[in-house]
């Protein structure tokens, strides 16, 4: 009997991973320029209603750093129609939630309310993007919450630093990736109010950006309502965005961090790796499975549980739309060396440049991405997310149906190859973050 009901909760996720697999959508443009995606489940009666704006801190010029994520803020203050600091409290009384992000390349707002109250989203983010109010008083109020966050997230937090970016500096000397994600405070301090609005001004138009539905609607209503509110805004000329090209390191460099926040310190090994466009891209994200994800993976099995050398060891790629990072570390355990750890990580991706891995090492990371494709597309917000980030960044928005047809197109071949060629020791930059105690020293 148990046998059976394993083999038949074994179907039954099946099922669901194939069903989940493909998603529906349908897209089209506005006679604005903004681009629609519509993507219609009538599973559950919810409604994601996102808009993703191509502008992040890769756009901001030198002396002006932190508006695009400063916008993130911002624009909750409230607008013409609605009242200053009412915003989370009409979606909170009218069942929704709502958030937003940002980073180096896009901002991205979206909220969720039950599906009879999709009128109500699509007219606040058409007030958002319509009817701001970016004003002195905004600008003050959103000044204070942008210094705590940062305090919180990246000047207290420990290894912050390497978590949001700041560390990128060290790996970009020319793009703008180089610049941490959240903006220099100093600059956020001495820019006026018509540099706040000039900002605004010159990204947030609906020809630079596109709004998904997602979830229970019914898609005649829909298209209506979204003609009715976004289509009345103007288009603007849009932009003209320069393309910084990042030079290939010839050389290793190895750079020192110091955090008063930490009493123990990590090493990383830090690349410049392919945009997320690319096929790389996506066999390092499965390099990265390999080395790292889970407690059988060969770094936390080999410097965690067997040498006991590392309390913890990780690698991670972050896509972004022009290149991308991958970062491989480790916290040392008792007396272990950085320059230890340091020569343990470096065999382990010798092994990856010069022996294939097992058919059932690479099916064991299929299955771990099919997994990851099934949860980040559970449910509609998740979906609409990709949808946005898929055309926006990647320029095909099926991407989220051919996804796991990439991962599992990967060969053993190409693993070694990208391998070779991406986590070479002359195209690295080594990153000791060390305790502040030993800068004395």
Known sequence: MKKSILSLTSVLLLAFSTNAQKVEFEEYNLNNGMHVILHQDNS????????????????????????AHFYEHLLFTGTKNIERGKWREIQSVRGGTGNANTNWDRTYYYQTYPSNELKLALWMESERLLHPIIDQKAVDTQNEVVKEEKRQRMDNAPYGKVIYGDVYRHLFDKHNYGRPMIGYIKDLDAAKLEEFQAFYNKWYMPNNAVLVVAGDFEKGTAKKMIQDYFEPIPKRSAPERIK??????????????????????????????????????????????????????????????????????????????????????????????????????????????????????????????????????????????????????????????????????????????????????????????????????
């Open 44 to 67: 559950a009666p919810i409604v994601t209603v996102g808009v993703m704006y191509h502008v992040g801190a890769k756009d901001e010029v030198d002396g002006k750093t932190g508006m």
């Open 244 to 441: 910084i090209v990042e030079p290939e390191r010839t050389k290793e460099k190895r750079v020192k961090e110091y955090d008063s926040n930490i009493r123990l310190p990590l090493i990383g090994l830090a690349y410049k790796t392919p945009s997320m466009k690319q096929r790389d891209a996506k066999i390092l994200d499965v390099i990265s499975t390999i080395l790292s994800n889970g407690k059988s993976s060969r770094l936390y099995k080999k410097l965690v549980d067997d040498k006991k050398k590392a309390l913890q060891a990780f690698s991670f790629a972050r896509p972004l739309e022009d290149y991308s990072v991958y970062i491989i570390g480790a916290i040392p355990l008792g007396k272990t060396s950085l320059d230890d750890l340091i020569k343990e990580m470096d065999e382990e991706i010798l092994k990856l440049q010069t022996d294939l891995i097992s058919e059932k090492d690479l099916q064991k990371v299929r299955n771990k991405f099919e997994n990851q494709f099934v949860a980040s597309n559970s449910n509609v917000t998740g979906i609409a997310n990709s949808l946005a980030r898929n055309y926006m960044l990647v320029g095909d928005t099926n991407r989220i149906n051919n996804e796991l047809e990439i991962i599992n197109s990967i060969t053993r071949e190409e693993i070694r190859e990208v391998a070779k060629k991406y986590l070479a020791k002359n195209r690295r930059v080594v990153l000791e973050y060390l305790p502040e105690a030993q800068k004395k020293k």
